[in-house]
């Protein structure tokens, strides 16, 4: 794994990296502030945002983030204390339970059961079909 470079083979040569090109929502935006506000992006209330708190500890980045106007900064363990995970998640209820039936153990549903050889690592040899003699008298 390496840490992305802003692919500098690209914006070395005046190209903007790989992941802004390609990019089909376009949510990710690769130029100088005045190039943002000029594509169009600041028109519905956003705003860069380069400012992170981590608990009490405040970064200050090169990188952006695109904020609401009411923001100044993006607080990660605010975010972490908000989610919803673990065991009291706000989740829809699973659906495995659904249009299924209950385990039947597979003599109880007609499943012959095969033996197991002694050793299960090694290759099992496929018993012999049977013949049948009238099968083969019958071919006329």
């Given at each position: 794994?390496?840490?992305?470079n802003?692919c500098?083979d690209?914006?070395?040569?005046g190209k903007g ?8 929502s ?5 130029g100088?502030?005045?190039e943002?506000v000029?594509a169009g992006?600041a028109?519905?209330?956003a705003?860069?945002?380069?400012t992170?708190?981590f608990g009490q500890?405040?970064?200050?980045t ?7 106007a009411a923001?100044?900064?993006l607080?990660?363990m605010?975010m972490?204390e908000e989610a919803?995970m673990g065991k009291?998640?706000?989740m829809p209820r699973p ?21 197991a050889?002694?050793?299960?690592w090694?290759p ?8 049948h003699?009238?099968v083969a008298s019958?071919?006329?």
């Amino acid at each position: 794994m390496q840490k992305c470079n802003l692919c500098y083979d690209r914006t070395s040569q005046g190209k903007g990296p790989m992941c802004a090109t390609v990019c089909p929502s376009q949510a990710i935006f690769y130029g100088t502030y005045e190039e943002w506000v000029a594509a169009g992006r600041a028109k519905q209330g956003a705003k860069p945002v380069n400012t992170f708190y981590f608990g009490q500890q405040r970064v200050r980045t090169r990188n952006y983030v695109v904020m609401t106007a009411a923001d100044d900064a993006l607080d990660l363990m605010a975010m972490v204390e908000e989610a919803e995970m673990g065991k009291n998640a706000n989740m829809p209820r699973p659906i495995a339970n659904r249009n299924t039936e209950l385990w039947v153990e597979a003599d109880v549903a007609g499943i012959p059961q095969r033996q197991a050889p002694p050793q299960p690592w090694t290759p099992r040899t496929p018993e012999p079909e049977p013949t049948h003699a009238s099968v083969a008298s019958d071919t006329r």
